[in-house]
């Protein structure tokens, strides 16, 4: 089973609007990741949690706040966006941090902020 | 950081040739190197990946070629498929396992 799992699929929210992204996986990973997608471009990344921990915070800003409640699971909360956040989300986990292990994507969320 | 370049951005072949796509990167820690099939509306997918230590690596009708000393490493498929139409993204991953992408290579299988 290489499965990421993220829910939802689809989300319209307006900028006053809280809510949250969830990713899921069972594969045993300890190292779980965020990534936006704008359309035409490469992924993104946002934040890396490492056994739980937040080991990378690549200068995203604080309307969007990740937290790891275990270690199968990744929620990125999201808090007054703006128009330009609208892009796909993507979850993607792997085995550690190390030695460069292999990297499984979720499908997506698909985020419109209107 | 590391760069990663990725050429062509888009590409169109007949069904059952090949395809090239090839990707440069700069740091010369990086010692991973994926490409990730992505089709429209889904996540990016695992289609093959190499390490430092070997130069070349097949599954299938996917093969993929590095050349650490020059820093470039290079995804063929033989015998295209119209089912192989996607975008296509390198990466390459340094000890801390950050990706960084190259730009995509949009493949277009004419039948």
């Known amino acids: 089973d290489t499965e990421v799992t993220q829910t939802p699929k689809h989300l319209v929210m307006g900028m006053t609007n809280k809510k949250s992204l969830k990713c899921e996986q069972h594969m045993g990973h300890r190292a779980m990741y965020w990534y936006k997608q704008k359309a035409k471009k490469p992924p993104e990344l946002m934040f890396v949690?490492?056994?739980?921990?937040?080991?990378i915070n690549e200068s995203v800003p604080s309307r969007f706040s990740p937290e790891c409640p275990n270690s199968s699971l990744l929620n990125l909360h999201l808090h007054a966006l703006q128009p330009e956040d609208s892009a796909l989300y993507l979850c993607?986990?792997?085995?550690?941090?190390?030695?460069?292990?292999?990297?499984?994507f979720g499908q997506g969320t698909r985020l419109t902020v209107v | 950081g590391e760069n990663v370049e990725q050429h062509p951005s888009t590409l169109s072949v007949q069904e059952g040739d090949s395809a090239v796509i090839k990707c440069t990167y700069s740091d010369s820690a990086s010692n991973y190197f994926p490409w990730y099939k992505q089709e429209l509306g889904k996540g990016p997918q695992l289609i093959i990946d190499i390490r430092s230590n070997v130069g070349e690596k097949k599954d299938q009708r996917i093969a993929v070629t590095l050349n650490k000393t020059a820093k470039h490493f290079s995804l063929h498929i033989t015998e295209t498929q119209p089912e192989d139409s996607a975008v296509y993204f390198c990466a390459a991953s340094m000890p801390g396992n950050q990706f960084y992408f190259g730009t995509g290579t949009s493949l277009t299988v004419i039948p």
């Open positions: 949690y490492s056994y739980e921990k937040l080991s």
């Open positions: 993607a986990s792997s085995q550690d941090e190390g030695l460069g292990t292999e990297a499984f």
